[in-house]
């Protein structure tokens, strides 16, 4: 007998499928720190990294190395000195740092070369490469305190990287830098990350926390503009340290230019592939501007709309459109855009000589439902409405009828329509007539 696919599995695949033809070709920074190798976890995010690789996106890996310095100290008996969060980097902690960048550079190579059978990773031929990327300058005195040999970065060399990333290879970045008289410096990780992501136009910046990004409630907070993220830094005592720190670099890369950056859970198996496809994601997305809009649809949106409303249609609650008729109609709807995905739509068919309008095919998205989404389609229409010097608007249901009522609509008979809609009336659906006043 055939083999019936599961068919939830080919749905979700299908879904993902847009992904992958958005994020092909696109650069993407992922951030680390090093307890996240030292806790064993960068096996699982080398397989993801992989098929992140595999499906064309271009991959910067900026590692930290914390605990790893940590442990040398330890071993000669040497105390870790900091100051505001950053390491005083004295001759010995340097060379602590050197010996634990590198066993850990080795490590991640390592780790990125599995191709076991029977692994996300068998049959790989993945490609690392590391260099001298990043010029450094001390960071000085602060407060009194002498950091030595602790820096930032003063220049990311982002046409190195980008041939690197040209020849089909993943770059590998350490927080040390180098200086053109040759000193070395012991950088934050979280300043290389963002750094680089900025100096490449990368399309993502992605750092690994040990918590989500919580509101002020407690909540995990999905989606955060730059400036909703500096309130909630101001405000939240819910955020752990490292999704504070995290979240305040993420808001940086932002306002540097980075379109989108995310602070996702590094104790979650597969966040970084739940995050990057599926709707709901896995940790939080900061983005400069709101990623919803409401505008006129166009011709281009006819596929996004009719995807939208087949579903609908399948069932009966809408009815059936062919493409030929929204192609011609397209310009009386509005669609809602999330993200630059088409997630709810609704029309406006005015009947100028009866002075009213039909609002017709609103639909949202089932994942969006329950949001608020269809409560802002109908005002926008109700707006366009009135614009247009209509006093009334009509619609047509066959199961909404208690939330269109909730929201100011009464149910009147089919005599109420006019002429030309009321001809046109469908009695075997036996649709609910609702009309509200605009006056």
Known sequence: MPVVPDEKFVSWFRSVAPYFHSFRGCTFVVAFGGELVDEGQFVALAHDLNLLHSA???????????????AQLKQRNATSNYHRGLRI??????????????????????????????????????NTVSGNFITAQPLGVHDGVDYQHTGTVRKVDAQAIIGCLDANNIVIISPIGYSPTGEVFNLSMEDVAVATAAALKAHKLIFFADDMVRDAEGNPAPE????????????????????????????????????????INRNTDGALLIELFTHEGSGCMITADKLERIRPATIEDVGGVLQLIEPMEAEGILVRRSRELLEQEIGRFTVLEHDKRIVGCAALYPFPKERAGELACLAIRPEYQRLGHGEKLMQTIERQAREQGLEKLFLLTTRASHWFIERGYKEGSVDILPEEKRALYNWQRRSKVLVKSLR
């Open 56 to 70: 064309g996106i271009r991959l910067v890996l900026v590692h930290g190395s914390r605990p790893q310095i940590e």
């Open 224 to 263: 955060l503009t730059a400036a909703e993220a500096e309130r909630l830094l101001q405000t939240s005592e819910k955020l752990t340290a490292d999704a504070r720190l995290y979240l305040a670099h993420a808001v940086e890369a932002v306002r540097a230019g980075v379109p989108r950056a995310h602070v």
């Open 89 to 126: 980097t004295d001759p010995v902690a340097l060379d602590c740092v050197k010996e634990a960048v590198g066993l850990l550079r080795v490590e991640i190579d390592a780790l990125l070369s599995l191709g076991l059978p029977n692994t996300p990773m068998a049959g790989a031929a993945i």
